[in-house]
């Protein structure tokens, strides 16, 4: 039996890199793909990841509709054993329910990935659905971690370093890297504490600093 299957974690954690593995593990054993992604930092109609591996993928605007276009390529003489979904979140509750569809009627898998929730801790349309139709909800097993050592749960939203808790859903942006100056708009993974705290890198960095401040744990 086909499987829908959510594969999520924080920003960074891994997921596209898995999505480029899991594609290359089945196309070695013959097996034919069909790649989607939406929003990817690279650009439109690829799925890429920060090891640099990169595939052309099929862009998911709000338009598309998975079980047309599955059913559209196995009808014109085209071959689909299974499904991998990069930035899932993105995807709208009726996509979801399209993949679910693929998976049931057609006996596709479909393998998506995506981060659960946004900069202000809600789960994303896409994602919400995904964990309420999957048959399986797996946790990336690479652990993006907090500035404080812990397991990163949370992703954050950054404005030169501070982080921010308004603005549109959807933003495409990277994790700030700590060897060049945060951009405008960014990203930090942390855990809920700090999340809750709205203590980023550069805070905690700054407050340690500073003779004044009151010790933060
Ligand atoms: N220079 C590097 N050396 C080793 N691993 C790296 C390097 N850069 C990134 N990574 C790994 O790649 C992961 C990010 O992969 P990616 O698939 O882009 O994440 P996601 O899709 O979850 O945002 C990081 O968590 C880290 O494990
Ligand atoms: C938290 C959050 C993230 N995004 C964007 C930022 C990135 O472009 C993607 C996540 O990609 P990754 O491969 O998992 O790093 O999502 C957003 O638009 N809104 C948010 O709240």
Redesign the pocket.
Known sequence: MAELVFYS????????????QLDHNHRARGRVGRIYSSHDRAGEAVL????GLATPAIEVSERLDFWRDVVGELTTGGRVDYLVC?EAQFYTSAQVDQLAKVADELSIDVYC?G?LTDFRTRLFPGSLRLVELADRVLT?Q?E?LCWCGARATHNARTTDGEMVTEGEVIVVGD?DDPDRPAPQIGYEVLCRRHHRKRMTAARAKAGALSPDVLPFD
């Open positions: 974690g924080t920003m960074d954690s891994g997921k596209s890199t898995l999505a480029l890429s990841s920060r090891l990069d990935f981060i990336l690479v993006a994790v």
